[in-house]
């Protein structure tokens, strides 16, 4: 229930994407506090801990919350907005920029998550990438070991002697092959010979 958007905690029968951003906006919060921002114990309670921070609605901030309260006979208890700058003290603007559009009660308000990819929270790693993409670059000796073998590997066609005529390694072993059939013949021609004297 930590992360349950207002609108379902108050049995909201739309479910939509907005509540989903809300959720992100409070686990946001957690990682830089390494806490939950709303731990509340029950139902109730959480809408509690949420007005503490957010402050109570009313009905120019998020009229369908005052409706969906009326519905259930719950009242909103009185509290003041507390900025979340103030809470998260290790946040950049940026970051605390996004967290409260996130978690605005309206969620009609609430940016879809390609708008808060827009934000310039995500344009500050700018650097991040451009240091990625320098070490995708990077030279071979600091490649693993298996890449380093890839490159190292020899390269068989050094090693081989070089063709003796216009058909390559092919008319090496044809040339070889008569060569051997020259030499039989003629060992043959001289057994006719010897043969025919004896005679």
């Not at 451009?130 to 380093?148: D, G, I, N, T």
Request: proline content about 10%; some cysteine; glycine content about 8%.
């Amino acid at each position: 229930r930590w992360y349950r958007a207002p609108e379902v905690l108050l049995r909201s029968m739309v479910y939509n994407s907005p509540i989903d951003l809300w959720a992100v906006g409070a686990i946001m919060a957690e990682l830089y506090t390494g806490q939950p921002l709303f731990p509340g114990s029950s139902e109730p309670d959480e809408i509690h801990k949420i007005c503490a921070v957010l402050g109570t609605p009313t009905e120019q901030t998020w009229a369908e919350g005052q409706q969906l309260a009326n519905k259930m006979n719950f009242k909103f208890p009185t509290y003041v907005r507390t900025p979340l700058n103030e809470l998260i003290t290790n946040a950049s603007p940026e970051a605390i920029k996004l967290m409260t559009d996130l978690m605005q009660y309206d969620p009609k308000k609430r940016p879809t998550a390609a708008e808060a990819l827009t934000y310039p929270y995500f344009q500050v790693g700018n650097g991040l990438r451009s240091m990625s993409q320098l070490a995708k670059r990077r030279p071979a000796k600091h490649r693993p070991p298996e890449h380093q073998h890839r490159r190292s590997a020899p390269n068989m066609a050094q090693h081989m002697p070089p063709p003796t005529n216009k058909f390559g390694a092919l008319g090496q072993l044809n040339s070889r092959h008569n060569g051997m059939n020259n030499n039989n013949n003629n060992n043959n021609g001289n057994k006719n010979v010897g043969g025919v004297g004896g005679v």
